[in-house]
């Protein structure tokens, strides 16, 4: 049940009558959508029933450049819950690896078993057969067609999710909720004829078509309609663990959620629990009339990443802040080092229009495609395949190097920081697998030596600036590195402090550590209990009452410290004036 506040309106504006009786004169507002009026809260109550399911602190819009997409109907705080919505359908990805079509677990490629009806589903046992994703109009379905296709699904995964989606739309054709489905963007149009559509042509309808499994009624562009769909709507969710703690990644279509605009620096932050429920939270603030976005892509991408995908991906060039500026809101994420001068940072010129070498061929030459890149300090220009040939040597670099040798990692890093800038997103790469590659290395050693404990801290200061930029506010990125940030920070003082250094410094280090830790917390209890990261922010709050513990121990020592320091000096004054008073009283003795 909704708590309801009274809200006194003063500017009603089109919420100008009671929702139940149609009064002019209203004196309560829903706290929750601003959106529907009453006359008192006893009319209000009275509607709750009816109007739950359309309650929402934001609105659907429309414009031409972002079609359909989710506005704040009033002011939305940092840490308020947008929307919860549990999937539509949920289904294994294109490349995804033996999974269980019930539970979605990863099965052992050597021991994959199959539903005993219809002999087809790969499914952890008996007990999935009755229960989960696999559903009996799928099974029979696939009972029929395994009769004269007897390997159907043996490498064909990516037929799972549009199968799904058609059979929905196959039994329930008046279902409101695959209507929606269906008004979701598919750029069918954009699509047709590319390499895309050609791949889902080949395998998944001809597939579909030749094992029997498509009507007759159906045709092949209803089918790349819903492959589109999926491409340009679905989530990344993850699955849940095996025994073995494997998961795999899913895809999910999520109907609300579908409908968030993109922009590279988002302004919610994502999280599905076990049950692929998507709770959506507000990172920051959201005014009133604000779109509510989420970031498509990665936020750790640089610019051209991260528009390829959305052009390849998504079908749109993005013109947020961050892609309009060559500097990336200051992080320099994609800049360089000028060869020519060896001081200024070289960065687009036209950071939306910079297409790879392949999509630049199919562009007209025109002013909005030019990719010179330039110095910033001494305008020396160069062409963007150069970069783009630099940015993949460098990666090739990265994925040969052995991610748990942390000498052969500093090495290629002091090497690629000649070239690329301490927070460009190659280097940032490299720095985030050398954070995990030495917590590997502390976990292992009982005693790991400062210098590693030291280098640790000075990663994850490097990293924490951008992340604070890219993802501001709630972010997972952020909880993250700041947990691992102070652990380094406690180990080195908790040392010193075992030592018997209990100094001033020694405080002011597990203070800041302690603050840290705490934004930690903070971050990471947005995520899901059973998660990752919900199980770090379980750890991180253990920790912190541990470094609490050890912060009131430190401040004691030092309290009976300068107790005993002061009756120390104490004792010494007196000494003193005892032997001043001596000499005196000897010295007149002697006159």
Not at 183 to 202: A, Y
Not at 209 to 222: N, Q
Request: aromatic share 6%.
């Amino acid at each position: 049940m909704i708590l309801f506040i009274v809200r006194r309106m003063s500017n009603v504006g089109s919420r100008d009558r009671c929702a139940v009786c149609g009064k002019a004169v209203m004196s309560v507002l829903c706290s929750q959508c601003e959106n529907v009026a009453y006359c008192g809260l006893e009319h209000q109550r009275s509607h709750w029933p009816e109007h739950k399911s359309l309650c929402s602190p934001y609105s659907i819009e429309r414009t031409d450049t972002l079609g359909r997409y989710l506005v704040a109907t009033r002011d939305i705080k940092p840490g308020e819950v947008i929307l919860k919505e549990k999937p539509l359908v949920v289904g294994p990805r294109v490349d995804s690896f033996p999974i269980c079509l019930a539970c979605y677990r990863p099965l052992p490629i050597y021991q994959e078993s199959r539903c005993s009806r219809c002999l087809v589903a790969p499914v952890c046992g008996v007990h999935c057969e009755r229960q989960g994703a696999h559903s009996e109009p799928e099974c029979i379905l696939l009972r029929e067609a395994v009769k004269e296709y007897p390997t159907l699904l043996s490498d064909q995964s990516q037929i799972v999710l549009p199968l799904r989606c058609l059979l929905k739309l196959r039994n329930s054709p008046t279902d409101s909720k695959w209507t929606s489905f269906l008004e979701l963007e598919s750029h069918e149009e954009k699509r047709r004829n590319t390499l895309i559509w050609r791949d889902h042509q080949l395998n998944i309808v001809e597939v579909l078509r030749d094992h029997g499994l498509l009507a007759p009624t159906e045709d092949a562009d209803l089918v790349q309609r819903i492959c589109g769909i999926l491409d340009v709507n679905s989530f990344e969710v993850r699955g849940p663990p095996s025994k073995a703690g494997v998961t795999e990644r899913l895809r999910g279509v999520y109907l609300r959620a579908a409908l968030m605009a993109h922009d590279c620096v988002a302004n919610t932050h994502l999280a599905v629990d076990d049950d692929f429920q998507m709770i959506v939270h507000a990172s920051i603030p959201i005014p009133r009339g604000h779109p509510i976005y989420f970031n498509y892509t990665s936020a750790m991408q640089g610019t051209w990443d991260r528009q390829t995908h959305l052009r390849e991906g998504k079908y749109f060039d993005c013109t947020c802040k961050r892609c309009s500026d060559p500097t990336e809101l200051e992080t320099h994420m994609s800049s360089i080092w000028c060869v020519r001068c060896h001081e200024g940072f070289v960065v687009s010129t036209n950071p939306i229009g910079t297409r790879s070498p392949l999509q630049e061929s199919k562009q007209v030459k025109t002013a909005s495609t030019n990719t010179d890149w330039e110095c910033k300090t001494c305008q020396h220009r160069y062409r963007f395949s150069l970069i783009a040939t630099t940015v993949s040597l460098a990666r090739d670099l990265f994925c040969d190097v052995d991610k748990s040798d942390t000498r052969a990692m500093e090495a290629l890093l002091r090497k690629l920081l000649r070239t690329f800038t301490p927070q460009h997103f190659v280097i940032l790469e490299v720095k985030q697998a050398l954070v995990a590659a030495y917590r590997d290395m502390i976990i292992r050693q009982p005693n790991p030596t400062r210098s590693v404990l030291n280098r640790k801290t000075e990663l994850c200061q490097d990293m924490l600036p951008v992340i604070q930029v890219i993802e501001p506010g709630i972010s997972r990125l952020k909880g993250i590195a700041l947990y691992e940030l102070q652990d380094s920070i406690v180990k080195l003082a908790i040392r010193d402090m075992e030592a018997g250094n209990t100094s001033k410094d020694l405080l002011v280090r597990l203070r800041g550590a302690e603050v840290s830790l705490r934004e930690a917390v903070t971050q990471l209890l947005y995520e899901p209990t059973h998660s990752p990261e919900g199980q770090l922010a379980r750890i991180a709050m253990q920790d912190l009452k541990r470094l609490r513990c050890n912060i009131q121990h430190v401040e004691k020592m030092m309290t009976e410290n300068g107790r005993d320091h002061r009756k120390s000096s104490a004792a010494t004054s007196g000494i003193s004036k005892k032997r001043d008073g001596a000499g005196r009283g000897a010295g007149r003795t002697k006159k």
